[in-house]
C-alpha cells in the first residue's frame, strides 16, 4: 500500500513545478513551453492527488480491491 501511494505521490511531484522534471522532458521534446505545458496537466495532477488521498485513507483500495480486478 506505501509503495503504490509513495509512486502516485511521486508522479505527482514529476509533473508540478518547482521540480516538474517530466515537464522539462516534455517541453525539449515538443518544443512548447514548461508553463503551457504544466497549466494542460493541471487536471491530471488533480485527479492524481484525489488518488493519493483516496489511497491514504481507504488502504483497500490498493491491498484488496485491485487483485480481484485482474481475476
Known amino acids: 500500500q506505501f509503495c503504490i ?3 502516485t505521490a ?3 511531484g514529476f ?3 518547482p521540480l ?3 515537464l522539462f ?3 525539449g521534446i515538443t518544443g512548447e513551453s514548461i508553463l503551457r505545458i504544466a ?3 493541471v487536471p491530471f495532477v488533480f485527479f ?3 488518488v493519493v488521498l483516496l489511497i491514504a485513507y ?3 483500495i490498493s491491498t484488496t480491491m485491485l487483485p480481484d480486478v485482474y481475476k
Open 5 to 7: 501511494m509513495m509512486i
Open 10 to 12: 511521486l508522479g505527482v
Open 15 to 17: 509533473i508540478t513545478p
Open 20 to 22: 516538474g522534471l517530466n
Open 25 to 27: 522532458v516534455v517541453s
Open 39 to 41: 497549466w494542460r496537466a
Open 48 to 50: 492524481m492527488l484525489i
Open 58 to 60: 481507504i488502504p483497500a
